[in-house]
T-cell receptor, first 110, second 114 residues
Framework: GQQLNQSPQSMFIQEGEDVSMNCTSSSIFNTWLWYKQDPGEGPVLLIALYKAGELTSNGRLTAQFGITRKDSFLNISASIPSDVGIYFCAGQLGNEKLTFGTGTRLTIIP | DTGVSQDPRHKITKRGQNVTFRCDPISEHNRLYWYRQTLGQGPEFLTYFQNEAQLEKSRLLSDRFSAERPKGSFSTLEIQRTEQGDSAMYLC????????????FGPGTRLTVL
């Protein structure tokens, strides 16, 4: 099935650094969502975006819905050890299925 | 705990056996979704219910797969004659009746077919 292009595929950073990742699609979406998944668990919703150009924050996380409705980015400021995991973007039209990105694996180097 | 729950969390079965998974959505949610996730990939959509009506099925859902939501509450996903390629994490999500379409996921059922 279709998966959105997400980059980078993996990141190795030191605690305290800022992180930026993005997601692009060939088709438009009405909603963009960002999830975090820990090993063996289901994805946990971090941020939802509903309008093109919207910039939304949730604590140290900031996400933007691209003006073309075909992309989104997620920033994490001042990373901490519990930020380790895999981050997925997802696009949605209406109440329908989510189309997920390929994921960004975040590792914090001691 | 009022989140999405799934049972079992892990299932090991032999090729050719049938398996059934259960999902209990957040109680006030009327929409329920099933996804499959293989190692290193994002979740992929399988099927979607609004109340008891199954509104969409992915082409990933072969005729060996069937999902039901008989009373518009919990849902079951059955796989008949399992194959090794069915090994994956099966995720359930639910979303509510309002404008917000945010989907909340359960912990998943990890299926291993030997």
């Amino acid at each position: 099935g279709q998966q959105l292009n997400q980059s980078p595929q993996s990141m190795f950073i030191q605690e305290g650094e800022d992180v930026s990742m993005n997601c692009t699609s060939s088709s438009i979406f009405n909603t963009w969502l960002w999830y975090k998944q820990d090993p063996g668990e289901g994805p946990v919703l971090l941020i939802a975006l509903y309008k093109a150009g919207e910039l939304t924050s949730n604590g140290r996380l900031t996400a933007q819905f691209g003006i073309t409705r075909k992309d989104s980015f997620l920033n994490i400021s001042a990373s901490i050890p519990s930020d380790v995991g895999i981050y997925f973007c997802a696009g949605q039209l209406g109440n329908e299925k989510l189309t997920f990105g390929t994921g960004t694996r975040l590792t914090i180097i001691p | 705990d009022t989140g999405v729950s799934q049972d079992p969390r892990h299932k090991i079965t032999k090729r050719g056996q049938n398996v059934t998974f259960r999902c209990d959505p957040i109680s006030e949610h009327n929409r329920l979704y099933w996804y499959r996730q293989t190692l290193g990939q994002g979740p992929e959509f399988l099927t979607y219910f609004q109340n008891e009506a199954q509104l969409e099925k992915s082409r990933l859902l072969s005729d060996r797969f069937s999902a039901e939501r008989p009373k518009g509450s919990f849902s079951t996903l059955e796989i008949q004659r399992t194959e090794q390629g069915d090994s994956a994490m099966y995720l359930c999500a639910s979303s509510g009746r309002g404008v917000s379409n945010e989907q909340f996921f359960g912990p998943g059922t990890r299926l291993t077919v030997l």
